[in-house]
């Protein structure tokens, strides 16, 4: 039991930070953040290149910066935060032998929010603007990573049920 109380509050201080990243970057404006992002997809291209450099194995990178922002940016950092989100919703002994199933239902509710909360930011962030198919985006990844979590949880805690 104390090994999950440690591990709620580590992944607590995870969420949080995740979260405040996600508000944060929503409100950087549009050059701000098509810079930054143009940084991190140019850093991993030139990686990619780096194990042959002779080859060009990305010929149009914009398209590809467009697409590494979308997965990056949105698919990625919201599957963290539904992640990380769910397990320390399962970490909390209380929470988790009262609602059981129910955490799910709480995490991708706090999921859409958190989505639907950036859009709206970026919206009314100068250069910017938020998209609904963005929402689709960032809950997709959401609920991927939450349901990924809530499972092999799930069956690790009853695994550990059944040894007993």
């Known amino acids: 039991m104390k ?8 992944f607590m ?10 508000i944060v970057e929503s409100a950087i404006g549009g050059d701000g953040s098509a810079s930054q992002s143009f ?16 080859t060009v194995l990305i010929p149009d990178r914009e398209a590809f910066h467009a697409v590494f922002r979308k997965v990056v940016g949105h698919f990625l950092l919201f599957g963290g935060s539904g992640l990380f989100t769910t397990l320390t919703l399962m970490m909390h002994d209380k929470l988790y032998d009262k609602f059981k199933w129910k955490i799910i239902l709480f995490s991708a ?19 910017r603007y938020g998209a609904f198919t963005d ?30």
């Open 3 to 10: 090994a999950r109380r440690i591990l709620f509050y580590i």
């Open 109 to 127: 509710g706090f999921g859409l929010t958190i989505a639907f909360i950036s859009e709206l930011i970026q919206y009314f962030t100068p250069d």
């Open 39 to 54: 940084s991190f997809s140019e850093a991993f291209i030139n990686w990619i290149e780096s194990f042959d450099p002779s």
């Open 13 to 22: 201080v995870i969420v949080i930070a995740i979260n405040v990243l996600i």
């Open 135 to 164: 929402v689709l985006i960032d809950f997709g990844g959401y609920v991927l990573f939450m349901g990924l979590s809530y499972l092999v949880t799930f069956l690790i805690f009853k695994k550990h049920r059944k040894n007993k």
